[in-house]
C-alpha cells in the first residue's frame, strides 16, 4: 500500500513539472513611477546663508522657483507666500547651516520663507506648486516641512485645476511638533488632478497656532516657515487617446527630464507700471487688454479693468510716498494669472 502511494506522488508531482513547463508563469510588472516635478533646493557653494535662492532658482521678483528636475522641469513652479495671497508672493532664503534637523541630523541651509515688518503672517500662508500632469495619474505628493517657534504649526493640502476654486485633500491635515524640525511627509493627490495642462497644488496653514503654541496674529512680524525635498512624482497613462505634444526647436535637443509639453492654457504678461511718482495721486500702466488689474499699495488693494488698448489707470486716495511698495498682477477668463511685478516708489 505504501509501494502505491509513493508511486502516485510521484506522478502527481511529474505532471505538476510537466504542466508548469507547457502554461507559461506571468507576472504583472508594477508601473514604474516618473518624476514630474521636484524641487530639491542646495545651497551653491561658497554662497552667504542670508542670500535668497534668487539666482540659482529664480528669474526675477516674485515669479516662482523653477523645479530642479521632473518632466516638467521647464514649466513646474514653486511660490511661496506668507499673506496667503497671490499678490504678496515671497522670495524664499537660506537659512543658516546647522539650524534646522531631519531624523535628528542636523542639515545644511534649508529654504525659508520669514515673515516681517512688510511681509506679516496671514491668516493663510501656503507654498504653491504648478506645474502640468499631461499623461500623468496615480499622482503622490512628498515634502519635508519645518519652521521656527513663530511659524505656523498645522497645515493641509490642496489642490486646483483653475487656481480659483481649490479643494482639501482628505487625510492630508497635519501639525508640527518641534520647531527647526523638518518633517516628511507623502500623500496621495485625487485622480481629478490627473492629465491636466495645468495644476495646483497648496500646503497651506490649516490654522493661526504656532508651533510654540501662541498665534501668528500675536507677533505677525516674526517666524519662518521652512520647506524642501518637493515631489510630484505619477504613472503614466497608457491610453491611446492621451498625447503629449513636442514643440519642434532649433537648437539642441532637450533632455527627456525636461518639459517639452505646450500647455493649452495661456499665461498672462506680468502687468507692467508706466507712472507710479512720489506725490502723485494717480498710478498708470499696460496689461492684456481687458484683463482685471490687481494693484497693491502697501496695504491697499485695487482692482480695475484694462481698456480695449491694453490700458489701465488706478486713482489713489493719498499720495504716493517715498519707499511704498507696489505690487501688481493680472487675471482674465481663459488665461492663468500672471506673475506679480514689484516696484518701489
Known sequence: MKGKIKLYTCIVTAAALILNCLIPYTVKAAASETDIASFTFTRPAGSE?????????????????????????LSAKLYASVAGTSSDNRKLEWSTDNDYSYNGILQNATPVMAAGTNNPWGSSPYFLITTSTKGYENLRLSFRIGGSKKGPRSYKVQYSRDNKIYTNISGTAFSLA??????????????????CSMLYIRIIAAGTQT????SLSDEPTGGEAAINNISLKGTAITSSQTTVTTPSTSTSQQSSTDDTSISSVKKLKTPVLTSYKKGKKVIRGT???????????????????????????????????????????????????????????
Request: net charge positive; charged share 25%.
Open 49 to 73: 546663508s542670508d542670500n535668497d535662492l534668487n539666482d540659482t532658482y529664480k528669474t526675477n521678483a516674485d515669479s516662482g522657483y523653477y523645479a530642479s528636475s521632473g518632466r516638467y522641469k
Open 178 to 195: 518641534m520647531n527647526k524640525t523638518l518633517y516628511e511627509y507623502s500623500f496621495g493627490i485625487p485622480a481629478a488632478a490627473s492629465d
Open 211 to 214: 508651533i510654540s503654541g501662541g
Open 287 to 345: 496689461s492684456v487688454k481687458k484683463s482685471r488689474v490687481t494693484v497693491t499699495v502697501g496695504a491697499k488693494k485695487y482692482t480695475v479693468k484694462a481698456n480695449k488698448k491694453g490700458k489701465f489707470k488706478i486713482k489713489l486716495k493719498k499720495k504716493l510716498k517715498k519707499g511704498t511698495i507696489i505690487k501688481v498682477y493680472a487675471s482674465k477668463s481663459g488665461y492663468t494669472t500672471s506673475n506679480t511685478g514689484t516696484y518701489r516708489i
